[in-house]
């Protein structure tokens, strides 16, 4: 009756101290700047983690963009730069929101799709499998 307890104290805290799942992440307010001439894509959205655990996003692709990279933009030294990042944590019940100067996707290479006015798929994936389906709208340079 003992191992019993004890297994049932070692499955419950498993299961709390497990990450959240993509069914406890949303997305809202997904957009891409489409710029000319084949440029690449700026993406921007807000990030929800309703879930008790942290989630990590380590990914994503699209159908419109020959390639997706999580990129951030910061100050070093009065200059901006843009690095790409392996990982983006999102807190348990947490937002983190993709905006220009901070964490944006970088959609490499474009394609016809990326015009303004239409929507595009997006598919986010996280450190643990799970994946997440969402439609960006795309809008022009001034982002509108």
């Given at each position: 009756?003992?191992?019993?307890?004890?297994?049932?104290?070692?499955i419950i805290a498993a299961?709390?101290?497990?990450?959240?799942?993509?069914?406890?992440?949303?997305?809202?307010?997904?957009?891409?700047?489409?710029?000319?001439?084949?440029?690449?894509?700026?993406?921007?959205?807000?990030?929800?983690?309703?879930?008790?655990?942290?989630?990590?996003?380590?990914?994503?692709?699209?159908?419109?963009?020959?390639?997706?990279?999580?990129?951030?933009?910061?100050?070093?030294?009065?200059?901006?730069?843009?690095?790409?990042?392996?990982?983006?944590?999102?807190?348990?019940?947490?937002?983190?929101?993709?905006?220009?100067?901070?964490?944006?996707?970088?959609?490499?290479?474009?394609?016809?799709?990326?015009?303004?006015?239409?929507?595009?798929?997006?598919?986010?994936?996280?450190?643990?499998?799970?994946?997440?389906?969402?439609?960006?709208?795309?809008?022009?340079?001034?982002?509108?």
């Amino acid at each position: 009756m003992r191992f019993a307890g004890l297994l049932s104290v070692a499955i419950i805290a498993a299961a709390l101290a497990a990450p959240a799942s993509a069914a406890e992440v949303s997305v809202s307010d997904g957009w891409f700047r489409a710029l000319p001439a084949g440029l690449p894509a700026g993406g921007y959205f807000k990030l929800h983690n309703d879930g008790n655990a942290p989630v990590t996003l380590v990914g994503a692709s699209s159908s419109a963009c020959g390639m997706v990279m999580l990129h951030e933009s910061m100050s070093m030294g009065g200059t901006e730069q843009m690095m790409m990042v392996d990982k983006v944590p999102v807190p348990a019940h947490g937002v983190l929101e993709f905006k220009p100067g901070a964490y944006h996707l970088m959609c490499m290479k474009p394609t016809a799709a990326m015009k303004p006015g239409a929507k595009v798929p997006v598919v986010l994936e996280f450190a643990d499998g799970d994946k997440l389906g969402v439609n960006f709208a795309v809008k022009n340079a001034k982002g509108q």
